[in-house]
C-alpha cells in the first residue's frame, strides 16, 4: 500500500472507518474494470452460442443436402431455440449459399462492421464463422 493510503488508514477513526477505506482502496480499482469483464463475458457467450449455431448449420446441410434458408428452420430439431446477438439484440446474421454460409454477431461495439472480424481488412468487432464462403474474387 502506497504511503498516502498508509496516513489515511491510520488517521481515520475508529475500526469501522478504516475497514471502511480499506475496502474502498482494495475494491475500487476492480470496479472500474466491471464494464471491461462483462464485455469480455458477453465475447465469450456470443462466440459459444455462434459456433453451436454453425455446429447445428452443418449438421442440417448433412441431413438435407443444402444449407437451410433462414435459421429459423434450424428448431426444433436441430437447436431448441436459435441464440440472438448479444450486442444488437437482434438475430445473429446469417448469409447462405450453395458453397457455404456467412454467420456472425456485430460485436461489442454493436455496429455490423460486414463480417470483419479482428483480422480483417479493415479490423472489425463481428464475431465470424464462414464455411467455407468464398471470399469475393
Given at each position: 500500500?502506497?504511503?498516502s493510503?498508509?496516513?489515511?488508514?491510520?488517521t481515520?477513526g475508529?475500526?469501522?472507518e478504516?475497514?471502511?477505506l480499506?475496502?474502498q482502496?482494495l475494491?475500487?480499482?476492480?470496479?472500474?474494470l466491471?464494464p471491461q469483464?462483462?464485455?469480455a463475458?458477453?465475447?465469450?457467450?456470443?462466440?459459444?452460442?455462434?459456433?453451436?449455431?454453425?455446429?447445428?448449420l452443418?449438421?442440417?446441410?448433412?441431413?438435407?443436402?443444402?444449407?437451410?434458408?433462414?435459421?429459423?428452420?434450424?428448431a426444433?430439431?436441430?437447436?431448441?431455440?436459435?441464440?440472438?446477438?448479444?450486442?444488437?439484440?437482434?438475430?445473429?446474421?446469417?448469409?447462405?449459399?450453395?458453397?457455404?454460409f456467412?454467420?456472425?454477431?456485430?460485436?461489442a461495439?454493436?455496429v455490423?462492421?460486414?463480417?470483419?472480424?479482428?483480422?480483417?481488412?479493415?479490423?472489425?468487432?463481428?464475431?465470424?464463422?464462414?464455411?467455407?464462403?468464398?471470399?469475393k474474387?
Amino acid at each position: 500500500m502506497g504511503g498516502s493510503g498508509a496516513v489515511v488508514l491510520k488517521t481515520a477513526g475508529s475500526a469501522t472507518e478504516r475497514g471502511r477505506l480499506l475496502g474502498q482502496m482494495l475494491f475500487a480499482p476492480m470496479l472500474q474494470l466491471l464494464p471491461q469483464m462483462q464485455t469480455a463475458t458477453d465475447c465469450t457467450q456470443q462466440t459459444f452460442d455462434i459456433t453451436i449455431v454453425a455446429h447445428a448449420l452443418v449438421w442440417y446441410q448433412r441431413v438435407n443436402g443444402r444449407y437451410p434458408d433462414s435459421l429459423a428452420k434450424l428448431a426444433p430439431t436441430y437447436l431448441s431455440t436459435i441464440p440472438g446477438d448479444l450486442f444488437s439484440g437482434k438475430e445473429l446474421v446469417y448469409r447462405p449459399n450453395a458453397d457455404g454460409f456467412l454467420l456472425y454477431s456485430v460485436g461489442a461495439n454493436g455496429v455490423d462492421d460486414g463480417a470483419s472480424g479482428q483480422d480483417g481488412q479493415p479490423p472489425g468487432d463481428d464475431i465470424v464463422v464462414r464455411i467455407p464462403y468464398p471470399s469475393k474474387p
